[in-house]
């Protein structure tokens, strides 16, 4: 089953924005830092392993290599792992920006869709909104309308395979003009 990407990026910006006290750790230099980077890095594989994303891998390795990290030099130990750690942060912070990037796109890309779906259905003068109508049943007939139409069945099935129907419908909801109606 496919999972809703507007949630999985809800659910990035969440990881995202946990990274600041990490780095404020490292920048106290306290103990705790590797640890807090440890659960981090757990929580973000556990997310992507959740959502089917297999660079949830990627991140499984690094918490690997952050559990088997050794210091070389005994005298700096401290200093060398914050190093070590920093730099492994600065990689995995990377990589999930990448996802991040990869998933808004395709959100985007759906945006555009819906909107030439939108500038059709603007024209056919096909639905006006009452504010009596429960607007949620009225994106859902909105849609209906667009999966059965002959000319816009072909960009609505190119949405659908970008998008779970609970997605399309928030951007559909979103994006919609009621004044255009």
């Known amino acids: 089953m496919r999972k809703s990407i507007l949630n999985t990026l809800k ?4 990881q995202l924005s ?13 103990s705790r830092s590797s640890n807090e980077l440890r659960v981090w890095l757990a929580e973000t594989e556990e997310l992507l392993q959740q959502h089917h994303l297999a660079e949830a891998s990627t991140f499984s390795v690094k918490r690997g290599e952050l559990l088997t990290y050794y210091p070389k030099n005994k005298q700096y130990k401290r200093k060398e792992q914050l190093h070590f750690c920093s730099s492994l942060l600065t990689e995995a912070q990377k990589e999930l920006w990448a996802v991040y990037a990869r998933l808004s796109d395709t959100i985007e890309k759906a945006k555009v869709s819906i909107k030439q779906l939108l500038g059709v259905i603007y024209q056919t003068k096909q639905f006006k909104y009452d504010s009596k109508t429960d607007f ?15 000319q816009l069945r072909g960009l609505s099935a190119q949405i659908q395979s970008l998008l779970t129907k609970t ?6 909801a979103e994006e919609i003009e009621i004044e255009n109606l």
Request: aromatic share 10%; hydrophobic share 45%; net charge negative.
């Open 11 to 14: 659910s990035i910006e969440t």
């Open 18 to 30: 946990k990274i600041h006290p990490i780095v404020d750790l490292f920048e106290r230099k306290s």
């Open 136 to 150: 949620t049943q009225f994106i859902q007939e909105v849609w209906q309308f667009c999966t059965m139409h002959e």
């Open 167 to 172: 997605d399309v419908l928030l951007l559909l």
